[in-house]
C-alpha cells in the first residue's frame, strides 16, 4: 500500500475560523485506492513553511494532496510553495489567463489584474479543470510520485478530484460497502447479527452511530474480497428489512425523493421545532422541484392557527407538541400545497418548555398520505440541536416508511 499525506492550506484554517472538510473527504476517498494516510496537516500561507513540509512529505509519501491556496491575493502562495519544493519553473498558461479574463468580465463586469494568478502552471503540470470555480488545479509527476494541487472550497475541490480518481487508483485498492439503518440501536444490531457481520475475519467492520444519520455498518475490503462483501451486505439487508434506509452514498433523503420521483408523486412539510431543517436538507437535492411542493413553518401557534388551520381548543386542551396537533397541521398542509403526501413536526427541543408530561424532547410527528393520518410521538435525547436534527431524520424515515406503504397498497389494490 502507497503512503499519501494531505496538505489542507490557508490562515484560516490555521485561526480556527472555517472547519476543515476537505481532508475527511480526500482521507476516506484514498483510502478506497489503495493509499495510508501518513498523516493529515494544517497549513498557514507561508512561503516558507509550505514549500519545507512539501519536501518532507515527499520524502515519505508517493502521493502529496493540497487543497487552498489557489486564488488569486498574495497570500495564495500553493503553487509557488510547491514549485520551490520541487525545482521546477512556475509561468502563466496565456490560453487559461484569458478565460479567466474573459470569465471575471462576464460576471463581475471588469477584471482585476490579480485574477492571472490563477493561471500559473507548474513546469510540466497536467491542468485540471475547475467546472465549478475558477482556479485550476494540477498534477504533477516527480520521480515515480504524484502531486495534486487542489482548490480548497468543497464544490469545487470535491468534482475536480473525482475526476481524477482513477489516474491515482492503485493495485491495492479497496472495496467497502455501507448499510445505513434506522429504528435498531447499534449494540442490538453488531449482537443479534455477529454470525454475518464478522463471518469473514479478513474484511474490516466498522459502525458509526450518529444523530443525523442513525447507525451505519461498513465493511471494508481488499477489491479481490468484493463478492465476500457483497455477499455479506446483502444478507444484513435483507435480515434488516425496513430497519436499512438506504446503501453506500445514498442519504435518507435522496432515498425519499427518489421514492417520490419514480412514482411520480409530491410531498410537503409542516414544520415547527424543525423551524425548515427538513426543507432545507430537502432542497439540497438538484431537481427536487419535481416532487417538493413546499413547507410551511408554523413556529408559532398563531401561524398554526392562521396558516394551517388548527383549532384554537385543540392547542388549549392538547397543546402545540401533541398528535392531536401535528394530525391537523400534516392534514392541511397536503390541501393547501396540494401535495400527495405530508409531513408534520412539533415538539420541545429544549433547553427549556419541558413539563413532566411532555419533557424536553418530546417531538410529535403526522404522516398524510391521500386518505388517512397516521401519528407517532417520540422523546429524543440529547441538546436542542440533536433533537432538531434527530426530528429531521425521523421525518425523513417516517416520510419513506410511509410511501413505501401507501405503494404496496396501491400495488395490493390494482391487483
Keep these: 500500500m502507497k503512503n499519501a499525506v494531505i496538505f489542507s492550506i490557508g490562515n484560516e484554517l490555521v485561526e480556527g475560523l472555517i472547519i476543515d472538510t476537505n481532508s475527511k473527504y480526500i482521507s476516506e476517498k484514498l483510502k478506497l485506492l489503495g493509499y495510508y494516510v501518513l498523516r493529515i496537516e494544517t497549513l498557514p500561507d507561508r512561503l516558507d513553511i509550505l514549500s519545507e ?23 495564495d502562495l500553493t503553487r509557488e510553495a510547491v514549485a ?26 471588469k477584471s482585476p489584474e490579480s485574477v492571472v494568478k490563477q493561471a500559473m502552471i ?23 510520485k504524484k502531486i495534486v494541487i ?9 468534482p475536480m478530484f473525482e475526476i481524477i480518481l482513477e489516474d491515482l487508483r492503485t493495485d491495492d485498492a479497496m472495496y467497502t460497502r455501507r448499510i445505513k439503518t434506522i429504528g435498531i440501536p447499534e449494540a442490538i444490531l453488531m449482537d443479534e447479527h455477529k454470525d454475518v457481520i464478522y463471518s469473514v475475519p479478513e474484511i474490516t467492520v466498522a459502525t458509526m452511530a450518529s444523530y443525523e444519520r442513525g447507525v451505519e455498518v461498513r465493511f471494508t475490503g481488499s477489491i479481490n474480497q468484493k463478492e465476500d462483501i457483497d455477499k455479506i451486505a446483502n444478507i444484513l439487508i435483507e435480515r434488516l428489512g425496513d430497519n436499512v434506509y438506504a446503501t453506500d452514498d445514498d442519504t435518507i433523503e435522496d432515498v425519499v425523493y427518489k421514492l417520490l420521483k419514480d412514482n411520480n408523486l409530491t410531498i410537503s412539510f409542516a414544520e415547527s421545532c ?15 422541484s419535481s416532487v417538493f411542493k413546499g413547507a410551511i413553518v408554523a413556529y408559532s401557534n398563531e401561524v398554526k392557527k392562521s396558516i394551517l388551520s388548527v383549532p384554537e381548543d385543540v392547542l388549549n386542551r392538547y397543546g402545540a407538541v401533541s398528535e392531536e396537533c401535528v394530525k391537523i397541521m400534516a392534514k392541511n398542509v397536503k390541501e393547501i400545497l396540494n401535495s400527495d403526501f405530508a409531513v408534520a413536526v412539533s415538539g420541545i427541543a429544549g433547553p427549556e418548555g419541558g413539563s413532566e408530561a411532555k419533557p424536553v424532547g418530546t417531538v410529535c410527528f403526522a404522516f398524510a398520505n391521500k386518505n ?22 425521523l421525518a425523513f424515515d417516517i416520510s419513506r416508511r410511509g410511501i413505501l406503504e401507501w405503494l404496496k397498497l396501491v400495488k395490493n389494490t390494482r391487483e
Excluded: W
Excluded at 513540509?53 to 497570500?75: K, M, N, V
Excluded at 424543525?274 to 427536487?288: A, C, N, Q, W
Excluded at 388517512?372 to 431524520?393: A, D, I, P
Design 84 to 109: 520551490l519544493a520541487i525545482g521546477r519553473n512556475i509561468e502563466i498558461d496565456k490560453k487559461i489567463a484569458d478565460e479567466l479574463i474573459e470569465r471575471a468580465i462576464k460576471y463581475y463586469g
Design 53 to 75: 513540509r512539501i519536501r518532507i512529505g515527499l520524502s515519505e509519501a508517493e502521493l502529496i494532496i493540497t487543497t487552498g491556496g489557489l486564488g488569486p491575493t498574495e497570500d
Design 150 to 158: 487542489l482548490p480548497g472550497p468543497p464544490a469545487e475541490m470535491m
Design 122 to 144: 507548474i513546469e510540466g503540470a497536467k491542468v485540471l479543470n475547475n467546472s465549478v470555480g475558477t482556479a485550476p488545479g494540477q498534477i504533477i509527476d516527480i520521480e515515480g
Design 274 to 288: 424543525t423551524g425548515g431543517m427538513i426543507s432545507s436538507k430537502f432542497v439540497d437535492i438538484p431537481g427536487v
Design 372 to 393: 388517512s393520518v397516521k401519528t407517532f410521538t417520540y422523546t429524543l435525547r440529547g441538546n436542542r440541536e440533536m433533537v432538531r436534527k434527530r426530528s429531521t431524520l
